[in-house]
């Protein structure tokens, strides 16, 4: 939070505030990583020391290559620098190896592929619409997004803790979505490409893309009333976008599909042999499902209607679950969690194809396919929550409703984030983080919008509040109890099932306001 | 936005930074048969918890007073004893008495470093945020930056969470002492200033500018009736204070001696390794150590020192403001840190200075982000240098002083001295030092920081000597 002084060094604040957050990132390098550290120290070696045919068929180490090629350049590219630390980590066999200066180098290569984030983050706060302007700094808009984006909870502890590369992937979403609200499609849809071709989870959030595109830059012209004028089609702008998609993805996947490893590459990008849910579920759709399934199975033998016998012994908890069986309720599969993710997305999207509102209603619609598909998706992972909440972050500043679900999303998603971080070193972080995003989240929406009444029901607050009493539940007080040996899932589960339900609430809570604007923008026109 | 928020926020960056400059690693750290600080602290938990209070500060079979013999006052000694009972809870492997020499261990770690942030948090952050919230002048704004840059000082972080030591708990309590007289409860602040005193000694760096500012106000006050009354008071208080705090030792004389033989260890020199302070610069030129005995080495820097501080203190008597004070403070702790006997440079707290010794630790990562989030953070919250000049340089004496330097300078020279110390890092850390002057780099930076601490020294003596009599400066 840089105090400006003096309103003259108006510009100075973006820099200050991100160079101060990159600093603090450098102060965490020793803190404990994942095996994400592990994962793409072997990707390094893979790209630099095999030949590109041999990328995806590489499986000496147990972290295959699992994202598209053009992270895999990515990956090359950075392997060129590596060189000049330590070549140990560029040698395939050399599992597992953390060199000082291999941690040194695979942080800082973080650190600076955020620039791509900064960068982004500063084209979305030009993007925000301020209605009067405010004379503290503190106190407009664009100030606070650049705060809940730079210092964002959930993308500080993944990127520079847990250890991943999402500031530099949500930088060309961002960018994406930057470049759309600025009404330059072309561009952004160039963006997109880049970063679908980085990281297929992107693939979410595509359909918003594909139907916003369509309808608003494919077709030109509306009529007077606001639907479309199907009259108005335009074949070039049409293949103006398919020339800039197809030679993204030619660019990334050409080489493949020419030595015909388009399958394998395929097969390691979609890997369904895993589970509904991951060890720790994720706070979606399927963790209440499942915990529906297992109080009816445990009521059902309770009375008597089931037998012990035949329910199936899936374990819940530990390891990465391969198959799921269900007891009482029935199992889903992958097609039928992709069915539903559809059916959740298809009333935004129409939305979107009706009565587009410009690059606003395309971002409404983007952050509801996200967190759509964050709720019904197939093994989907809790970080994924963040494709939601950072886009979010840009309606939030603007709108008082949005803002209230924002907050509810936000901190309901970054608690479920906490469990990432397990190790006692790293509690006080995680914590001192949490409070210093969450406090200034709430107190700076609530400047925001202070004369428009309260930002959060009451219960709302009270659920948020609970968070707390979750917290020091699974970490204090659990782990002292006598279950702690004997059920050792149980934090994981309450922390799971409780952030679901909020997770759950924003969704809904978000699509009642996407259809009441919808409803009230029809007897406007009435 | 709300002061409490605001306040908050600071706060929890303040102590988000401390924790993660607290990953790196510590002195001495795997490095057989002394190890560094980090092991005289756990050294010290493991001979106060086995040991009587009267072997603590001899030299017996159990304890060897070569391997880190304590060397502090007694309230240091009851805080590693409580630390101690702590660890045994935990683990009473780490204060095993002669097996637990050297211990390592990440939980090991993880459990000192807590209890230096146990200690920043009971102790020196509230007084910081009450110094901040009630005894600076200027909009809530200013008070949240001037809060902001004290917790950040990369000085007292990197010495206290990287090197390590607990000088967060003195510093503290000296501000807890700062606080009282500021807030016109002499008794309570003579009292949390003498706590400091006891707990290190170096804390009688600012001891002389308490004396004066105190006598100073009875004097005003009548030195019959109400004068009178409130110098017995703090005397009343300070020697209670002082005598609960050695009582254990006050039964045999030669306990009392032999503690303070210890920390006052006049037979060591006149400096030990490169220290930024007059007599380390002067050996440059003239080989004092050599050609002076020990003993008038000691009474050398004693008259010097003496002769340093009379200005003053003087002035202080003379005119006992908050303000004269506050200069007091700054100008005692600069006198006895340039001229004084047996200085370390941690006594100056200065993050340039630390720089062989933060290298020495491994800590060149954490100092460098510190350093540079200090400098980004200070040019933008504090936008007129001199504003700051007063709160900053008050705290402890210790001051990154190129930052610092009076506006009246010619503000090109912040900018030479910022450009020079950065060369000066980088140069010790990248280049080898010729083959001839080994200690090449240390010699470079002591100096250069000797020459702006002397400098600065001259300036706070001339700023306070030179306050007109009825001016009432406030802040």
């Not at chain 1, 759309?180 to 989870?201: C, T």
């Not at chain 1, 509904?276 to 109080?295: R, S, T």
């Not at chain 2, 290190?200 to 105190?214: G, I, N, S």
Request: aromatic letters at 14%; a positive charge; hydrophobic letters at 50%.
């Amino acid at each position: 939070v840089a105090v400006m002084a003096a309103p003259v060094e108006s510009s100075g604040w973006f820099p200050a505030l991100a160079i101060a957050v990159s600093l603090l990132k450098c102060l965490f390098i020793n803190a404990y990583h994942s095996t994400d550290f592990e994962v793409h120290r072997n990707w390094l070696a893979i790209t630099h020391s095999l030949p590109i045919s041999r990328w995806y068929y590489e499986n000496t180490s147990e972290w295959t290559l699992d994202y598209p090629p053009l992270f895999a350049w990515f990956e090359y590219g950075l392997s060129q620098a590596a060189v000049h630390f330590d070549r140990g980590m560029l040698v395939v066999e050399n599992l597992n190896y953390a060199s000082p200066a291999t941690i040194l180098f695979q942080r800082l290569s973080v650190v600076f592929a955020d620039l791509v984030f900064i960068y982004a983050v500063k084209e979305c706060c030009t993007t925000v619409r301020e209605e009067k302007a405010a004379k503290d700094l503190l106190r407009r808009p664009c100030f606070v997004l650049a705060v809940l984006l730079l210092w964002n909870f959930g993308l500080f502890i993944v990127d520079h803790i847990h250890f991943q590369y999402n500031g530099f992937l949500f930088g060309f979403l961002l960018l994406s979505v930057a470049r759309h609200l600025q009404a330059r499609h072309l561009e952004g849809a160039l963006w997109f490409s880049i970063v679908l071709n980085l990281k297929h989870i992107n693939l979410y959030v595509a359909p918003a893309y594909g139907i916003y595109l369509l309808r608003c830059f494919c077709f030109t012209q509306d009529n007077t009333d606001g639907s479309l004028r199907w009259r108005s089609f335009s074949p070039v702008r049409l293949v103006s976008l398919g020339a800039v998609v197809l030679s993204v993805t030619a660019a990334s996947f050409g080489p493949f599909v020419a030595m015909g490893q388009l399958p394998q590459v395929l097969s390691r990008l979609f890997p369904f042999k895993r589970g509904l849910c991951h060890a720790y579920w994720a706070p979606n759709f399927w963790a209440l499902y499942n915990v529906l399934d297992k109080a009816l199975s445990m009521l059902g033998v309770r009375l008597g209607l089931l037998d012990v016998a035949g329910l199936p012994k899936a374990s819940m908890t530990g390891g990465l679950v391969q198959e799921f069986q269900h007891a009482v309720l029935p199992s889903v599969s992958p097609p039928t969690a992709l069915l539903c993710t559809l059916l959740a997305m298809l009333p935004a999207l129409w939305c979107v194809w009706r009565r587009p509102c410009g690059g606003r209603g395309f971002l409404r619609c983007l952050v509801q396919c996200a967190l759509a598909s964050f709720m019904f998706s197939w093994h989907v992972h809790e970080k994924a929550v963040l494709l939601a909440v950072l886009p979010l972050s840009i309606l939030a500043v603007e709108s008082r409703r949005d803002a209230g679900i924002f907050l509810m999303l936000a901190t309901t998603g970054h608690y479920s984030l906490f469990p990432l971080l397990f190790t006692p070193a790293e509690f006080p972080i995680k914590v001192l983080l949490m409070l210093l995003f969450t406090i200034y989240s709430f107190s700076a929406l609530r400047n925001l919008f202070s004369g428009e009444g309260s930002l959060l029901h009451p219960l709302e607050a009270l659920y948020l509040l609970g968070l707390v009493a979750v917290e020091v539940l699974c970490e204090v007080v659990f782990p002292l109890s006598p279950w702690q040996q004997t059920l050792p899932f149980v934090p994981l589960l309450v922390t799971s099932v409780y952030c679901a339900l909020g997770v759950s609430y924003s969704f809904v809570r978000l699509y009642v306001s996407l259809l009441t604007q919808e409803v009230t923008e029809k007897t406007k026109r009435l | 936005m709300e002061t409490c928020t605001l306040v908050s926020m600071s706060i929890l960056l303040g102590v988000l930074v401390r924790w993660g400059v607290s990953f790196n690693s510590y002195s001495g750290a795997g490095k057989p048969p002394m190890f560094g600080d980090y092991e005289a602290q756990r050294h010290w938990q493991e001979v106060t918890y086995n040991l009587p209070i009267q072997e603590w500060y001899f030299n017996t079979t159990d304890n060897d007073l070569n391997y880190w013999g304590l060397d502090y006052p007694p309230l240091t000694a009851f805080h590693s004893l409580l630390c101690a009972h702590v660890a045994k809870l935990i683990n009473p492997e780490w204060v095993k008495l002669l097996g637990s020499r050297g211990y390592e261990s990440p939980a090991h770690k993880l459990f000192m470093r807590a209890t230096v942030l146990a200690a920043d948090l009971l102790v020196y952050i509230p007084a910081v945020v009450l110094y901040c919230c009630y005894l600076t002048n200027g909009s809530t704004n200013k008070k949240v930056g001037t809060l902001l840059c004290i917790l950040l000082y990369p000085g007292l972080i990197l010495i206290d969470y990287g090197h390590f030591q607990y000088n967060g708990l003195s510093l503290g309590l000296t501000l807890w002492g700062v606080l009282g007289l500021g807030l016109g409860w002499d008794a309570l602040g003579s009292l949390a200033f003498s706590l400091a005193l006891n707990y290190k000694q170096m804390e009688l760096y600012h001891a002389l500018p308490f004396f004066c500012y105190l006598l100073g106000k009875c004097a005003r006050q009548g030195l019959t009736g109400r004068g009178l009354f409130s110098l017995v008071k703090i005397a009343v208080t300070v020697l209670v204070t002082f005598a609960l705090c050695w009582l254990p030792f006050l039964s045999d004389p030669e306990q009392a001696l032999q503690v303070l033989r210890r920390i006052f260890p006049v037979a060591r020199g006149l400096f030990e390794d490169k220290v930024a302070n007059a007599w380390c610069s002067l050996n440059v030129l003239i080989k004092i150590r050599s050609i002076l005995s020990s003993d008038s080495q000691f009474y050398l820097s004693f008259a010097v020192t003496l002769l340093a501080i009379t200005p003053s203190s003087l002035k202080l008597l003379k005119t006992p403001t908050f303000w004269q004070f506050k200069l007091a403070l700054v100008n005692s702790s600069l006198a006895f840190f340039l001229f004084s006997y047996q200085v370390h440079e941690k006594s100056i707290l200065l993050a340039a200075l630390m720089l062989p010794l933060l290298l020495k630790d491994g800590l060149l990562m954490p100092y460098a982000v510190t350093s540079l989030a200090f400098l980004v953070l200070s040019t933008h919250l504090l936008s007129a240098l001199e504003r700051c000049t007063e709160a900053q340089l008050r705290l402890e004496g210790y001051r990154r002083l190129a930052a610092w330097l009076p506006a009246w300078l010619f503000l090109s020279q912040f900018y030479s001295s910022l450009v020079l110390m950065v060369g000066l890092s980088v140069a010790s850390v990248a280049l080898p030092p010729p083959a001839g002057l080994p200690d090449l780099f240390p010699v470079l930076v002591s100096t250069f920081s000797f020459l702006h601490f002397l400098g600065t020294f001259i300036y706070f003596n001339i700023v306070q000597l030179s306050t007109p009599q009825g001016k009432q400066k406030t802040l």
